[in-house]
Nanobody, 126 residues
Framework: QVQLVESGGGLVQAGGSLRLSCAAS????????MGWFRQAPGKEREFVAA????????AYSDSVKGRFTISRDNEKKTVSLQMNSLKPEDTALYYC???????????????????WGLGTQVTVSS
């Protein structure tokens, strides 16, 4: 069964940090692009960051670049998102997603990702 399970969300003050993790199972993790998306109430789901299959190319949205870092562990089959200098605008439900097309071109549109976790809530207070 293809599955993604996120963890690590929570409540943090502005300027603080959180590390999100996503555990994958049921597909060839090493060959997949793994992404993080987020959705705030009343807004569309937006791309946050993604990391390709090896050589692990990365991409970030302009709003998080320099603050967030995505990484993967192909042995543990996990992908993480280290979030630093958090802002209230980062408040959202964060989703982990997988794209198994084995491309080195990182997709930023949600429809390119076939598997999604249920999300983990990140709330940043002022």
């Amino acid at each position: 069964q293809v599955q993604l399970v996120e963890s690590g969300g929570g409540l943090v003050q502005a300027g603080g940090s959180l590390r999100l993790s996503c555990a994958a199972s049921g597909f060839t993790f090493r060959g997949a692009t793994m992404g993080w998306f987020r959705q705030a109430p009343g807004k569309e789901r937006e791309f946050v960051a993604a990391i390709s299959r090896p050589p692990s190319l990365t991409a970030y949205s302009d709003s998080v670049k320099g603050r967030f870092t995505i990484s993967r562990d192909n042995e543990k089959k996990t992908v993480s998102l280290q979030m630093n200098s958090l802002k209230p605008e980062d408040t959202a439900l964060y989703y982990c997603a997988a794209d198994t097309t084995s491309t080195l071109r990182i997709a930023k549109m949600s429809y390119n990702y076939h598997t999604w976790g249920l999300g983990t809530q990140v709330t940043v207070s002022s």
